[in-house]
């Protein structure tokens, strides 16, 4: 009502005036909102990772742990639907390894002859079984909250390596004042603050095979770098022949510019004279 009389007493230029300030005002408000809820989140940490060197490669037997972390811990809620058991051979395990592992998992497979569907054990070329066999029933196991898939998970959050391990190592008691929603957890580095997942690691949650202790902090930066392989397993090929480009380069320069001065070096030195 108070926009409507500024225009049928002024002019329209004034009430958009008024509009603009009132919508700059609100504008303002919201922005100090939210910069104070932001303020709750803490950013990530920045943590030194071995294999993010120019040079440097992944640590296998991390990423064997990892994967150990991955499949007893975190498969029970998510997936890494875009690796399959045959890209991890030479990586984690064995191909004799990954054969037997594969064949503990029973797949579904068809139609056959008979246009039926049917169960068949799992093969190199399957990728890593997902826990639910729909979107629909992941969110009904997990209260309504659909757990994502991990494959890309480096990938698709800020500084997605140490996003993840603080995630992971991050959990604590609320501070005093800040009331928790029923099946949410306290955890300052989630947005928001409040996070559905409960705490997946726990000292000596696992037994390594290479008898390395498993404190959170071991778990977490295991299946880390398990996860940042899920999402670049060419990285350690991209450098290697990114190094040998560049071998190939500068031997290439060194020849051309060595042949440039041999070709050009008569027409260079030679005096050229005018008689008349």
Known sequence: MALRAVFT???????????SATTAAFSLVNSQSSAKCEEETLHSP????????????YDCAALRRGFQVYRQ?????HSV????YRELVGVTHTTEELIEMASEVDVLDGPNDEGEMFERPGKLTDPLPSPYQNEEQGRMANGGALPPDLSLMVKARHAGQDYLFSIL??????????????????NPYFPGSAIAMPPPLQDDGVEYEDGTPATISQQARDVVQFLNWCAEPEADGRKKDALT??????ITAVVTGYY?????????????????
Not at 73 to 77: D, H, S, Y
Not at 260 to 276: C, E, H, N, S
């Open 9 to 19: 007493k002024y002019n329209k230029g004034a009430a958009l005036a008024a509009a």
């Open 169 to 186: 190592t991050g959990y604590m008691d609320p501070p005093a004042g800040k009331e928790m929603m029923p099946g949410l957890y306290y």
């Open 81 to 84: 639907e875009r690796i399959h």
């Open 260 to 276: 440039k001065r041999f070709r050009w070096a008569t027409l260079k030195t030679r005096a050229i004279t005018y008689v008349k």
């Open 73 to 77: 811990v975190c498969a029970t809620c």
């Open 46 to 57: 920045s943590y030194p990772w071995d294999h993010l060197g120019l040079l440097s490669s």
């Open 245 to 250: 480009y560049m071998v190939v380069l500068g």
